[in-house]
């Protein structure tokens, strides 16, 4: 049984808060994708550049439980994702489609509302700029291939990277991208 958990609090991130909580996001940033069954090596060198460059002009949102960071969504226009197949889905405008290129969660707070919170708060913030929402993830995280397809997530494309294990071992990964319209927000 899990244990009761504080209500989760969302703040925007941006470059002015983003020092204050740099180490911590990193950190999260690490932990999210070097443990657990989708573990692969990432150089936490190489995991501090990527993020101050996404956090720099970008949009996120940090969410806590009580002072503790609980996870961190980072959206940014589609068309930065270089291995979006555009091709295979020329309806999806690379320009007005926002990309939720992270989302991390602290596996001790997984399942407990965390990323539908990050989501659906950046999807309603994105609304007034974007059309559309588009995310990957790997084809064998069930729980979170379920959480997008019960948040309005279809599959439109498919992928395949190569990763390094921690062992320090390639190995492939099918990615699949899901897609989701935004509805404008009803005015005031």
Same mark, same amino acid.
């Given at each position: 049984?899990? @244990?009761?958990?504080?209500?989760?609090?969302?703040?925007?991130?941006?470059?002015?808060?983003?020092?204050?909580? %740099?180490?911590?996001?990193?950190? =999260?940033? =690490?932990?999210?994708?070097?443990? &657990? @069954?989708?573990?692969?090596?990432?150089?936490?060198? @190489? !995991?501090?550049?990527? +993020?101050?460059?996404?956090?720099?002009? /970008?949009?996120?949102?940090?969410?806590?439980?009580?002072?503790?960071?609980?996870?961190? $969504? +980072?959206?940014?226009?589609?068309?930065?994702?270089?291995?979006?197949? !555009? /091709?295979? $889905? *020329?309806?999806?405008?690379?320009?007005?489609?926002?990309?939720? !290129? @992270?989302?991390? $969660?602290?596996?001790? +707070?997984? &399942? %407990?509302?965390?990323?539908?919170? #990050?989501?659906?708060? #950046?999807?309603? %913030?994105?609304?007034?700029s974007y059309t559309d929402a588009v995310i990957r993830v790997w084809d064998e995280n069930r729980p979170a291939l379920s959480l997008y397809g019960k948040l309005g997530f279809l599959p439109v494309a498919t992928i395949r990277q190569t990763k390094k294990q921690v062992s320090g071992k390639s190995f492939e990964m099918k990615?699949?991208?899901?897609?989701?319209? #935004?509805?404008?927000? *009803? *005015?005031?």
């Amino acid at each position: 049984m899990k @244990e009761a958990m504080e209500p989760i609090r969302l703040f925007v991130l941006n470059e002015f808060n983003y020092p204050k909580f %740099r180490s911590q996001i990193i950190s =999260l940033y =690490l932990h999210a994708f070097t443990k &657990g @069954e989708q573990a692969q090596y990432i150089d936490p060198q @190489e !995991a501090e550049i990527i +993020l101050d460059k996404m956090v720099d002009s /970008n949009m996120g949102l940090m969410a806590f439980t009580g002072d503790r960071l609980a996870g961190v $969504v +980072l959206g940014l226009p589609l068309k930065h994702d270089g291995e979006f197949p !555009a /091709n295979e $889905v *020329p309806a999806i405008a690379l320009d007005t489609t926002l990309y939720i !290129a @992270e989302l991390m $969660v602290h596996a001790d +707070l997984r &399942g %407990r509302g965390v990323a539908t919170a #990050l989501i659906n708060d #950046l999807m309603t %913030r994105a609304a007034g700029s974007y059309t559309d929402a588009v995310i990957r993830v790997w084809d064998e995280n069930r729980p979170a291939l379920s959480l997008y397809g019960k948040l309005g997530f279809l599959p439109v494309a498919t992928i395949r990277q190569t990763k390094k294990q921690v062992s320090g071992k390639s190995f492939e990964m099918k990615k699949i991208y899901l897609h989701k319209h #935004l509805s404008k927000s *009803p *005015p005031a």
